[in-house]
């Protein structure tokens, strides 16, 4: 059995920039064995909301705290064990083949695993990630969900490998399935959920609301830098919320299987309303 309870909190969280302040007081926990899913429009700021809990920019007021510390002082190489972080973009300069994109995950943390511990990981998160098969491939000659995917198992690989090291663990997933087919989408969303169910705090960015509510434990509405709504799916989302976040008409109803939400558009117009 792991640890539940806050593995990342942040308090009262801002982030400026460009003159506009991106991320305003936001406030929220990440619990050990829960998938939490931030959704909200474009430009409402979940990437940088995403990046201010990994550490990768500093905010301007609030606290971060990431296993009872303070983020900013966690040394780097311990951060890389504590967290793994798929960003909404990856770009590579280097003509890497789809192995070494997931060796990187493990370079560096798996220092105290043997070789062949190391090769396994990789291996192991190369066919859970369903690109075990490329290994071998140039990683730029990948389609882009191919390569989403290899990025997945690089994640995989770090978390992994950081296991050895830090026992409570965060992953941050930012947009993993944008550019992926429904059933590697559902694949790796399983995925995620049985990473939670070990004990690991799962913060994921997605677009799809019938997915988030399916997936999230918890759910984290954000709009113009805030978060606006946060909970249980069923007991966060409501039509007058999803009107005024998406502006958009659409309506909450069950959908066939007992107990899975699932959003229907209602008179749907084919574009935002106002
Ligand atoms: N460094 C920056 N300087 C100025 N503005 C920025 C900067 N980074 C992000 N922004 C702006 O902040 C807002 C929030 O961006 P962010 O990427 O966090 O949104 P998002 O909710 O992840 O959006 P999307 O769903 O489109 O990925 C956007 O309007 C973006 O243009």
Known sequence: MFESGPILSGREISFLAGGRRLVAEASLELAGGTTTILIGPNGAGKSTLLKLLTGEIKPAGGRIEIAGEPLETVPAWRLACQRSVMAQHARLAFPFSVYEVAQLGVDGIGRALTRQRREAVVAEALAAAGVLDLAGRRYQTLSGGEQQRVQFARVLCQLEAGRSVAERQVLFLDE????????????????????????????????????????????????????????????????????????????????????????????HRGRPTA
């Open 176 to 267: 993993p399935i944008a550019s992926l087919d429904l059933c590697h989408q559902l694949a790796l969303l399983d995925m995620a959920r049985s990473i939670a169910a070990r004990g690991v705090a799962v913060l994921i960015v997605l677009h799809d609301l019938n997915l988030a509510v399916t997936y999230a434990d918890h759910l984290v509405v954000m709009d113009r830098g805030r978060i606006i709504a946060q909970g249980p799916p069923a007991q966060t989302l409501d039509d007058a919320l999803l009107h005024q976040v998406f502006r958009v008409d659409l309506s909450l109803s069950r959908a066939p299987a007992p107990g899975l939400p699932f959003l229907l558009p209602q008179q």
